[in-house]
């Protein structure tokens, strides 16, 4: 398997542009997870989907930031308009459904997308 | 609510010396605990998983680490790092047997192995 890919793995844009980011998960996993990784915040979740539907979007810092899954093997998260604060790495996880042997709900991780808004 | 706390943000050690990175979680729930490795520029790796059963767990890579319930912690070792062990490493929770599929997440450990 591919593992979890992610698109792009880098992104410059000026403040005011928008920015999307993709992710195609794990085939035959269920669960997608999207984070943000800065040095002051650490790893945050922002969303997470279970069969295309989100679940959990607490995370989500405000209006600006949506995130999509049309179909079992695509996401997008999208930044409209973007600001300097949001550049940080994004990744993107999935996971298999539950119950799975052997499986404690790990996640598995995409390399990851670095966002810089100038 | 449940929490992870990693007590060291940086680990400095020579090449061949063990170590010990450490973690306690917080939670009122029995939980599944993991470790993941963070290379530079690259994505989070699972490390090792405890899910019930021995509390000495093993993962890839030489490393192991120890549930201790009653002091709720989870520390990783390895008797012997090389200089390709520098990363970050993140201690994460989660609920076991809920419908709570998020992990918590301390906030790492930077391991830097030094010659």
């Known amino acids: 398997d591919a593992g979890v890919i992610q698109s792009p793995r880098h992104e410059v844009t000026e403040m005011g542009q928008e920015v999307t980011l993709r992710c195609k998960p794990i085939s035959g996993h269920d669960y997608l997870f999207w984070y943000r990784q800065t040095m002051m915040r650490g790893l945050e979740l922002l969303i997470y989907f279970n069969n295309n539907v989100p679940i959990d979007d607490s995370g989500m810092p405000e209006d600006r930031f949506s995130a999509k899954m049309p179909n079992a093997s695509f996401s997008t998260l999208k930044i409209q308009p973007s600001e300097p604060r949001d550049s940080a790495v994004y990744f993107c996880?999935?996971?298999?459904?539950?119950?799975?042997?052997?499986?404690?709900?790990?996640?598995?991780f995409g390399p990851g997308t670095r966002l810089t808004v100038t | 609510a449940q929490s992870v706390t990693q007590l060291d943000s940086q680990v400095p050690v020579f090449e061949e010396a063990p170590v010990e990175l450490r973690c306690n979680y917080s939670?009122?729930?029995?939980?599944?605990l993991f470790w993941y490795v963070q290379y530079p520029n690259q994505g989070l790796q699972l490390l090792l998983k405890?899910?019930?059963?021995?509390?000495l767990v093993k993962g890839i890579n030489g490393f192991e680490a120890e549930f201790n319930k009653s002091q709720t912690s989870f520390h990783l070792r390895k008797p012997s790092v090389h200089i390709s062990d520098t990363a970050e490493y993140f201690c994460?929770?989660?609920?076991?047997?809920?419908?709570?599929?998020?992990?918590?997440f301390g906030k790492g450990t930077l391991l830097t192995v030094n010659p």
């Open positions: 939670s009122s729930v029995s939980v599944y």
């Open positions: 996880a999935s996971s298999p459904p539950y119950p799975h042997p052997g499986w404690g709900y790990e996640q598995y």
């Open positions: 405890y899910l019930s059963g021995s509390t």
């Open positions: 994460a929770v989660s609920f076991s047997g809920g419908s709570n599929y998020k992990l918590t």
